[in-house]
């Protein structure tokens, strides 16, 4: 593996979002948004705590509430009027749906967190701003009943994916926190939380690591070094720090979540389980599948011996080491040397689904069954709880079916891939756009795709090749052609040669492999520049 750059993504089975990215549609870093707590009281004095990033365990963490901080979350009238701030609901595009008048917070907030539970979150924006401008009435502009409301809306905002609007709420929350109380209050926590989120769904993952920091930095001075509430604010740093391409601060700060979460629940207790699998994506998307394996075999254990054999905690992880296997077959032994993830310059891609995907360069060493094994085991696991079947069924086969592509069991992947569809276009399921156009399973890009550690990087010119070509209902390539490039033509050759022997799972429609033209693979080369006559 001496050299060779790897740039897997999470692509070959959805198993969570990359890391790489925040999910604009939420606050944590599994792309779900942890939802209100159940109020305490129908009073006006009784308000929430505003909704913030965390984990996606079974009692995610999330900052301590604070005296200051427990005003009702967000709802009031969505329609503009002279007090409403820059980016509130009467300006936002998603503000459409209109609201009733209400003139007393409490009322206003049920009616909001109705709205938000059921996940109508166009319906819940006019609620979360009359709240703020009830707030603001009975309080002032510069009250500090007003962070939770600000908090609320500002989430919501996220959750209708107007990060703008979003960054403008938490803002002036910090702001009012930092004016009332200081900067280093515990007030101020949760507004920068969701700050720092809502700058990472926007793409500033600088803005966001500057802002999610300072919330670590505060929870530790107040809390201790080994607080227990700070797992989500440090789950969303890694996300950040990943995606700015710092991966050994990412690497760090994941090494320490897992550690000071052991340090709190123990080493058995089922709420690590996620932590786990964060942990095991990051060291797959470092191509470190060894690794990420022991990982995920770690969290089958727990969730074994909390669960029985039959515990739905098991998928992921089952999935997971399955994954693993394929990829360290595929890939070889781990790299030596420093981590390059997804995100690296080198990464190349399949433009039609916008993924990568392994190859089979250096890939010594037989596809262990074990990996076959473990995702049978799933579908076990997934057939005992039938209300998973809509979510976890088809994907699950998907995996199978890659599985033995890899394999050379032709037939048995279509097999499977059929049954798979059938599973995703079944009432209540996710439907069937895994399925939807062709996705790249094996593919050995040429040599020119790696720069030779032994050279300096500035005596190479990075280019890139576009071929463009059929996939076969069995998957295969037919009659590629480069489409575009900027490098020479003895370079496009080579990548055509290269995604002749790639296998792509096909692309079905009704449930049948189909023909599929205008397929395109985007390739980065590396071409080294020739060295002048002394």
């Given at each position: 593996?001496?050299?060779?750059?790897?740039?897997?993504?999470?692509?070959?089975?959805?198993?969570?979002?990359?890391?790489?990215?925040?999910?604009?549609?939420?606050?944590?870093?599994?792309?779900?948004?942890?939802?209100?707590?159940?109020?305490?009281?129908?009073?006006?004095?009784?308000?929430?705590?505003?909704?913030?990033?965390?984990?996606?365990?079974?009692?995610?963490?999330?900052?301590?509430?604070?005296?200051?901080?427990?005003?009702?979350?967000?709802?009031?009238?969505?329609?503009?009027?002279?007090?409403?701030?820059?980016?509130?609901?009467?300006?936002?595009?998603?503000?459409?749906?209109?609201?009733?008048?209400?003139?007393?917070?409490?009322?206003?907030?049920?009616?909001?967190?109705?709205?938000?539970?059921?996940?109508?979150?166009?319906?819940?924006?006019?609620?979360?701003?009359?709240?703020?401008?009830?707030?603001?009435?009975?309080?002032?502009?510069?009250?500090?009943?007003?962070?939770?409301?600000?908090?609320?809306?500002?989430?919501?905002?996220?959750?209708?994916?107007?990060?703008?609007?979003a960054a403008v709420q938490f803002q002036r929350a910090v702001k009012i926190v930092e004016s009332n109380n200081g900067g280093f209050s515990r007030e101020v926590i949760a507004p920068l939380f969701g700050l720092g989120v809502t700058y990472a769904a926007a793409g500033d993952y600088l803005a966001s690591t500057?802002?999610?920091?300072?919330?670590?930095?505060?929870?530790?001075?107040?809390?201790?070094?080994?607080?227990?509430?700070?797992?989500?604010?440090?789950?969303?740093?890694?996300t950040s720090y990943i995606g700015l391409g710092q991966y050994e601060d990412a690497e760090r700060e994941q090494q320490y979540a897992l550690r000071l979460a052991e340090t709190s629940y123990g080493r058995y207790d089922p709420r690590l389980i996620p932590l786990l699998e964060h942990g095991a994506v990051w060291?797959?998307?470092?191509?470190?599948?060894?690794?990420?394996?022991?990982?995920?075999?770690?969290?089958?254990?727990?969730?074994?011996?909390?669960?029985?054999?039959?515990?739905?905690?098991?998928v992921t992880p089952l999935r997971g080491i399955a994954r693993m296997y394929r990829l360290e077959y595929l890939y070889g032994i781990e790299p030596v040397g420093p981590v390059v993830g997804v995100n690296s310059p080198q990464a190349s891609g399949s433009v039609y689904g916008a993924t990568t995907a392994p190859?089979?360069?250096?890939?010594?060493?037989?596809?262990?069954?074990?990996?076959?094994?473990?995702?049978?085991?799933?579908?076990?696991?997934?057939?005992?709880?039938?209300?998973?079947?809509?979510?976890?069924?088809?994907?699950?086969?998907?995996?199978?079916?890659?599985?033995?592509?890899?394999?050379?069991?032709?037939?048995?992947?279509?097999?499977?891939?059929?049954?798979?569809?059938?599973?995703?276009?079944?009432?209540?399921?996710?439907?069937?756009?895994?399925?939807?156009?062709?996705?790249?399973?094996?593919?050995?890009?040429?040599?020119?795709?790696?720069?030779?550690?032994?050279?300096?990087?500035?005596?190479?010119?990075?280019?890139?090749?576009?071929?463009?070509?059929?996939?076969?209902?069995?998957?295969?390539?037919?009659?590629?052609?480069?489409?575009?490039?900027?490098?020479?033509?003895?370079?496009?050759?080579?990548?055509?040669?290269?995604?002749?022997?790639?296998?792509?799972?096909?692309?079905?429609?009704?449930?049948?492999?189909?023909?599929?033209?205008?397929?395109?693979?985007?390739?980065?080369?590396?071409?080294?520049?020739?060295?002048?006559?002394?």
């Amino acid at each position: 593996m001496a050299g060779v750059v790897l740039t897997v993504r999470n692509a070959l089975t959805p198993v969570r979002p990359a890391l790489a990215a925040l999910a604009l549609a939420g606050l944590s870093v599994s792309g779900e948004l942890v939802t209100f707590e159940r109020a305490d009281a129908q009073t006006e004095t009784a308000p929430e705590q505003p909704p913030a990033p965390a984990s996606s365990s079974e009692s995610p963490p999330k900052p301590a509430q604070t005296p200051s901080a427990q005003n009702p979350g967000n709802a009031a009238p969505s329609q503009p009027n002279a007090g409403a701030q820059p980016g509130a609901a009467g300006a936002s595009p998603n503000a459409a749906t209109p609201a009733a008048e209400l003139t007393d917070r409490a009322t206003a907030y049920r009616v909001f967190r109705e709205h938000f539970d059921a996940r109508r979150f166009s319906e819940a924006l006019p609620y979360a701003q009359q709240l703020v401008d009830l707030t603001q009435a009975k309080y002032g502009a510069e009250a500090v009943e007003l962070v939770a409301p600000l908090s609320n809306l500002g989430t919501t905002m996220l959750r209708l994916k107007d990060t703008n609007g979003a960054a403008v709420q938490f803002q002036r929350a910090v702001k009012i926190v930092e004016s009332n109380n200081g900067g280093f209050s515990r007030e101020v926590i949760a507004p920068l939380f969701g700050l720092g989120v809502t700058y990472a769904a926007a793409g500033d993952y600088l803005a966001s690591t500057e802002t999610l920091r300072r919330a670590v930095d505060v929870s530790r001075k107040l809390d201790g070094l080994f607080n227990v509430e700070q797992l989500g604010l440090v789950e969303a740093l890694i996300t950040s720090y990943i995606g700015l391409g710092q991966y050994e601060d990412a690497e760090r700060e994941q090494q320490y979540a897992l550690r000071l979460a052991e340090t709190s629940y123990g080493r058995y207790d089922p709420r690590l389980i996620p932590l786990l699998e964060h942990g095991a994506v990051w060291l797959e998307e470092s191509g470190r599948f060894i690794t990420a394996r022991q990982t995920y075999a770690r969290a089958l254990e727990i969730a074994r011996k909390a669960g029985g054999d039959k515990d739905p905690r098991m998928v992921t992880p089952l999935r997971g080491i399955a994954r693993m296997y394929r990829l360290e077959y595929l890939y070889g032994i781990e790299p030596v040397g420093p981590v390059v993830g997804v995100n690296s310059p080198q990464a190349s891609g399949s433009v039609y689904g916008a993924t990568t995907a392994p190859t089979t360069a250096d890939a010594p060493g037989m596809l262990n069954e074990a990996g076959e094994d473990a995702l049978k085991l799933a579908l076990a696991v997934v057939d005992a709880h039938p209300e998973m079947a809509a979510v976890q069924r088809g994907d699950t086969l998907i995996d199978l079916g890659d599985w033995y592509m890899v394999a050379a069991k032709p037939r048995d992947a279509m097999r499977t891939y059929k049954e798979a569809w059938n599973a995703l276009a079944a009432p209540g399921a996710k439907g069937t756009a895994a399925l939807d156009a062709p996705h790249l399973i094996i593919y050995r890009p040429p040599s020119s795709s790696r720069r030779s550690p032994t050279v300096d990087p500035e005596e190479y010119t990075e280019g890139f090749v576009e071929v463009q070509f059929v996939v076969t209902p069995e998957g295969r390539v037919k009659d590629p052609t480069v489409a575009t490039s900027d490098v020479n033509e003895t370079v496009g050759k080579s990548v055509v040669t290269a995604i002749r022997r790639a296998r792509y799972r096909p692309r079905f429609v009704d449930g049948a492999p189909v023909l599929t033209s205008g397929v395109k693979h985007r390739q980065t080369v590396f071409v080294r520049a020739a060295k002048s006559a002394a």
